[in-house]
DNA sequence: AACAAGACCAACCGCCCGGCA
DNA sequence: TTGCCGGGCGGTTGGTCTTGT
């Protein structure tokens, strides 16, 4: 059995907004605020619109500052960086881009540049060009780190964990907004470009169901941010822990972690010899490969949703 | 000029989650 | 503790525009 519908869908209008009714949304809004409550504001404001139809108006197209038009270069980057981070998290990543709606990004990335990663793969595939990281032959480190600070590790009888703390809008724009031309920033800081993510899915693509990532060495989670690697994708079962030395707990903030700092045996597994991803195959395949990194892991349990709603807020308001 | 195909994007749909009674 | 409700989100749809033949 469904859930009711939010409103009477035969009495609302629907399909596209008239100037008229636009003018209507935006001078109640403007005057008298959503009141918390959109599905009551409609009716206030004397549209026969659906209220989250009236919503989406508002945050997609009515409200102040937003931008239109073209994306810029380093606007391609801060998707690019953040889509291979946290996969298609669009509210999160539109939060970074100030003006920019998260429909606004996703339509972006649908339709301009998922493709132009395509033609760059094409492109990087002729040349054969070596990816620009990681630097040995060891898994490269994961750009998370860029994203979350690391808190202090605690022991338990069973293991040690570390918390991951999101970096705060102002904390984190430095960092993503880095453009080093695809290099290693610091040691724990990376950022994607087209180039650089095209490159990194050529040479290393997705293991079974997800990426790893991380150091080859055996090693605890460290405080100072600098050597601590971040592996996730599937959810962790009981059985993958004892290949870990670190695995993540409770962030402290209401959700259990499923990522891994070290790793074991498995990194191992990982070939020095690039083998190249294969673009011909289903473009799902190269959205699955990127977001496989994350969608069953941080998006859902490393992020604070209630910070990052802050962040979005803070944008559309 | 007419038509088809592809690209683009606004809007909708339905699920999930948190707040609250 | 449970169930309802509204907000928020990601995925998808469908209408319009652009480009190619």
């Known amino acids: 059995m469904g859930r009711a519908p ?5 009495s609302v209008k629907k399909g596209p907004w008239s100037t008229e009714e636009d003018s209507k949304l935006k001078d109640y ?14 009716q206030k404001a004397g549209l026969k619109r659906c209220g989250k139809s009236c919503r989406l108006r ?8 937003i931008k239109h038009g073209d994306f810029t270069d380093e606007e391609d980057r801060i998707i690019c960086s953040l889509f291979a981070s946290i996969g298609s998290r669009w509210s999160i990543i539109a939060a970074q881009l100030p003006g920019r709606t998260d429909n606004d990004i996703k339509n972006y990335w649908n339709t301009k540049l998922k493709k132009k990663l395509m033609a760059m793969s094409m492109t990087s595939q002729s040349q054969r060009k070596p990816p620009p990281f990681p630097p040995s032959h060891q898994t490269p480190s994961f750009p998370l780190s860029s994203l979350y600070k690391e808190c202090p590790t605690y022991y338990t009888p069973t293991g040690s964990f570390s918390t991951f703390e999101p970096m705060s809008p102002v904390q984190l724009q430095p960092n993503v907004l880095n453009n080093d031309n695809a290099t290693m920033a610091t040691n724990s800081s990376f950022v994607h470009t087209p180039e650089s993510l095209v490159s990194y899915m050529q040479y290393y693509p997705a293991k079974e169901n997800f990426l790893m990532f991380g150091s080859g060495e055996p090693s605890c989670s460290s405080s100072d941010g600098s ?3 971040i ?23 209401g959700g259990d972690l499923k990522f891994m700092l070290s790793h074991g045996k498995d990194v191992n597994q990982w ?12 473009l799902e395949d190269v959205k699955r490969l990127i977001s496989s990194s994350s969608n069953n892991c941080c998006s859902d349990n490393l992020i604070d949703e209630n910070k990052t709603e802050e962040k979005v807020m803070y944008y559309y308001y």
């Open 271 to 282: 070939s020095e010899k690039p083998s190249v991803y294969n673009f011909d195959k289903d």
């Open 58 to 65: 508002w945050l997609n197209y009515l409200r102040p500052n």
């Open 29 to 42: 809004i403007e005057k008298f605020g959503t009141g918390g409550n959109w599905i009551a504001l409609p």
């Open 227 to 229: 050597s601590s690697h």
């Open 6 to 10: 939010c409103c009477d869908k035969a």
């Open 231 to 253: 592996s996730y994708g599937r959810e962790i079962k009981q059985e993958d822990m004892t290949n870990f030395q670190g695995f993540g707990a409770n962030n402290g903030y």
